[in-house]
T-cell receptor, first 116, second 117 residues
Framework: QQQVKQSPQSLIVQKGGISIINCAYENTAFDYFPWYQQFPGKGPALLIA?????SEKKEGRFTISFNKSAKQFSLHIMDSQPGDSATYFC???????????????FGTGTLLAVQP | GAGVSQSPSNKVTEKGKDVELRCDPI?????LYWYRQSLGQGLEFLIYFQGNSAPDKSGLPSDRFSAERTGGSVSTLTIQRTQQEDSAVYLC???????????????FGPGTRLTVL
């Protein structure tokens, strides 16, 4: 119930194309769904995040689509660029009373390669 | 400002030795997390600190793993009697004080790559 399943494991997209990465979860108590971007040798960095009270959030070329009933969410990267080549992780978290834990449960990652 | 820093960046040790990994969070961040990133395993939560106390230690894989935080700042992750399966990148993250019913952004350091021979 604590798992977040992510697909695909790897993705190759042409420059200018749309990259789509999908995640699914089981625990309906999750209330925060961030996406992290990681370049080789670096720590993950927050890209964009959504809460379940909205179905879509857009920041520049990056959009999260959220389907609460299906317990799925996805990252769309529009006009993909070679600089977007990185590993992307979806994650989920829940707020517990008193801030007892805010740990992130991560998906297994998607290695994106954008070809010029 | 300065981000989360970790040291050493790389650590090679022999099986059975103890290692200490250090994390310096962003100034003013009260929450601190340790995660482990193994090849093909994604990021795995280890422990969460709020101030100097650790209300969630549920991810520590065995009693060989321990962590402490002092002065509400620096944290040290200690692995005793290291095993080859401990080889991984150990990541530290910090976040600002919890504000109401929210989950604040976690800012990650560059990690410490641990290799156990």
């Amino acid at each position: 119930q604590q798992q977040v399943k992510q697909s695909p494991q790897s993705l190759i997209v042409q420059k200018g194309g749309i990259s789509i990465i999908n995640c699914a979860y089981e625990n309906t108590a999750f209330d925060y769904f961030p996406w992290y971007q990681q370049f080789p040798g670096k720590g993950p960095a927050l890209l964009i995040a959504i809460r379940p009270d909205v179905s879509e959030k857009k920041e520049g070329r990056f959009t999260i689509s959220f389907n609460k009933s299906a317990k799925q969410f996805s990252l769309h990267i529009m006009d993909s660029q070679p600089g977007d080549s990185a590993t992307y992780f979806c994650a989920a978290s829940m707020w517990l009373f008193g801030g007892a834990t805010n740990k992130l449960i991560f998906g297994t990652g998607t290695l994106l390669a954008v070809q010029p | 400002g300065a981000g989360v820093s970790q040291s050493p960046s790389n650590k090679v040790t022999e099986k059975g030795k103890d290692v200490e990994l250090r994390c310096d969070p962003i100034s003013g961040h009260t929450a601190l997390y340790w995660y482990r990133q193994s090849l093909g395993q994604g990021l795995e939560f280890l422990i969460y600190f709020q101030g100097n106390s650790a209300p969630d230690k549920s991810g520590l894989p065995s009693d060989r793993f321990s962590a402490e935080r002092t002065g509400g700042s620096v944290s040290t992750l200690t692995i005793q009697r290291t095993q080859q399966e401990d080889s991984a990148v150990y990541l530290c993250a910090s976040s600002p004080p919890v504000s109401g019913k929210s989950t604040d952004t976690q800012y990650f350091g560059p990690g410490t790559r641990l290799t156990v021979l």
